[in-house]
């Protein structure tokens, strides 16, 4: 007697998971960023995505070769080191439809990149940007980054002494609208919040710790598994609910606080650590200074504010996505130009 395989699951859209991945991974085996493509595969599949809906990007680095990895069907722009912000942004403003999905490193994005990351969160570019946050220079083979912990210790002996920049605190200051950090260990949490990062319309910061396994694992590392493990504090259990499945699924009422996404989902929070308030922006950013000086790694949604205008909203830009336009709305003629002229004089 034959036995025939059951079929694999499908989501809404009738797509299986393997509809949602990309090419083999070509990175050492154990390394965090394939623990992060695997969830980006999961909650796209889980979300009902359509990939080829999605715009993915990228800078360089090993993290930055992931978008290879997932998504066959989406655009993609692997561009030049620290640039994906402006390409993104292009893309994003020419196809509002657009899904947008950036992966970088935290070389690529606090050093070379940092000056386009900044202006990017300031115009709130609606997208989902991961930093793949190794504490190192993976491809070029482990010399620190800007994100190194003072003090840490390269395999060789080296000692960091710069201070760290935490993207995190960066992007709070800036105003982001959605900062999260997480652990590429953690699936579940890391799954959650890249939930709700699809459910947001604005820039996601997410700063997912993801140990480089050849240079930067051993025991006087800050950015192992160990010391991830050892270390992760997390500020409150999350939940996840999309909006089309609000009637199945009950949000326990008085213990958590709910946050509703622009589409309807809701994300709601167990707090871990009593009186943290996801949407009281001064607190996250002093409860994660307080964080650094007692050398705890404060992981979750740190931050969740759904009511700030994007870059659509701050330039008018229409509802129609630029690149669907006819020649008649894009060549509206000599009397419009002329007054455009007259308005700039
Ligand atoms: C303009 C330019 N400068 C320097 C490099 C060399 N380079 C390639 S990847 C990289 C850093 C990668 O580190 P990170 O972004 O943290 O990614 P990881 O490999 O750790 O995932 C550097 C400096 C480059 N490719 N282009
Ligand atoms: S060198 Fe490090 S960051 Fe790059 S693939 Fe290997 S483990 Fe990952």
């Given at each position: 007697?034959?036995?025939?395989?059951?079929?694999?699951p499908?989501?809404?859209?009738?797509?299986?998971?393997?509809?949602?991945?990309g090419?083999?991974?070509?990175?050492?085996?154990?390394?965090?960023?394939?623990?992060?493509?695997?969830q980006?595969?999961?909650?796209?599949?889980e979300?009902?995505?359509?990939?080829?809906?999605?715009?993915?990007?990228?800078?360089?680095?090993?993290s930055?070769?992931?978008?290879?990895?997932?998504?066959?069907?989406?655009?993609?722009?692997?561009?030049?080191?620290?640039?994906?912000p402006?390409?993104?942004?292009?893309a994003?403003?020419?196809?509002?439809?657009?899904?947008?999905?950036?992966?970088?490193?935290?070389?690529?994005?606090?050093?070379?990149?940092?000056?386009?990351l900044?202006h990017?969160?300031?115009?709130?570019?609606p997208?989902?940007?991961?930093?793949?946050?190794?504490?190192?220079?993976?491809?070029?083979?482990?010399?620190?980054?800007?994100?190194?912990?003072?003090?840490?210790?390269?395999?060789?002996?080296?000692?960091?002494?710069l201070?760290?920049?935490?993207?995190?605190?960066?992007a709070?200051?800036?105003?982001?609208?959605?900062?999260?950090?997480?652990?590429?260990?953690?699936?579940?949490?890391?799954?959650?919040?890249?939930?709700?990062?699809?459910?947001?319309?604005?820039?996601?910061?997410?700063?997912v710790?993801?140990?480089?396994?050849?240079?930067?694992?051993?025991?006087?590392?800050?950015?192992s598994?160990?010391?991830?493990?050892?270390?992760?504090?997390?500020?409150?259990?999350?939940?996840?609910?999309?909006?089309?499945e609000?009637?199945?699924?009950?949000?326990?009422?008085?213990?958590?606080?709910?946050?509703?996404?622009?589409?309807?989902?809701?994300?709601?929070?167990?707090?871990?650590r009593?009186?943290?308030?996801?949407?009281?922006?001064?607190?996250?950013?002093?409860?994660?200074?307080?964080?650094?000086?007692?050398?705890e790694?404060?992981?979750?949604?740190?931050?969740?504010?759904?009511?700030?205008?994007?870059?659509?909203?701050?330039?008018?830009?229409?509802?129609?996505?630029?690149?669907h336009?006819?020649?008649?709305?894009?060549?509206?003629?000599?009397?419009?130009?002329?007054?455009?002229?007259?308005?700039?004089?």
């Open positions: 007697m034959t036995t025939t395989a059951p079929a694999a499908t989501n809404k859209l009738g797509l299986t998971k393997q509809d949602y991945v090419s083999k991974s070509t990175l050492c085996a154990g390394c965090g960023h394939d623990s992060i493509t695997a980006l595969i999961n909650a796209a599949f979300m009902n995505i359509e990939a080829h809906k999605v715009g993915k990007y990228s800078g360089i680095g090993c930055s070769k992931t978008p290879a990895y997932f998504f066959n069907q989406a655009w993609g722009f692997n561009s030049v080191h620290g640039r994906m402006s390409i993104a942004t292009g994003c403003v020419a196809n509002r439809e657009l899904v947008n999905i950036g992966v970088s490193g935290d070389g690529d994005s606090m050093s070379i990149g940092i000056g386009q900044v990017m969160i300031r115009r709130n570019v997208m989902i940007y991961i930093i793949e946050d190794n504490g190192v220079y993976g491809l070029t083979k482990g010399q620190f980054s800007a994100t190194a912990d003072l003090g840490s210790v390269l395999k060789h002996g080296t000692v960091n002494e201070a760290p920049i935490d993207p995190c605190t960066l709070l200051e800036l105003g982001c609208g959605f900062v999260a950090r997480s652990f590429s260990g953690d699936p579940k949490q890391l799954n959650t919040i890249l939930k709700a990062a699809m459910a947001h319309n604005g820039t996601c910061i997410i700063d710790i993801s140990p480089c396994v050849t240079f930067n694992n051993h025991d006087s590392s800050t950015k598994y160990k010391n991830a493990k050892d270390h992760d504090f997390p500020l409150h259990e999350l939940g996840f609910v999309q909006f089309n609000l009637e199945q699924v009950e949000i326990p009422a008085g213990e958590s606080k709910v946050v509703t996404f622009p589409d309807g989902s809701r994300v709601s929070f167990r707090a871990l009593e009186d943290y308030d996801p949407t009281d922006r001064f607190g996250a950013m002093k409860v994660l200074h307080e964080g650094v000086e007692k050398g790694f404060l992981t979750g949604l740190l931050y969740v504010n759904t009511q700030k205008p994007t870059i659509h909203d701050i330039t008018h830009i229409a509802d129609m996505p630029l690149v336009l006819g020649q008649a709305a894009l060549k509206p003629g000599k009397d419009v130009l002329a007054q455009c002229m007259d308005a700039l004089m």
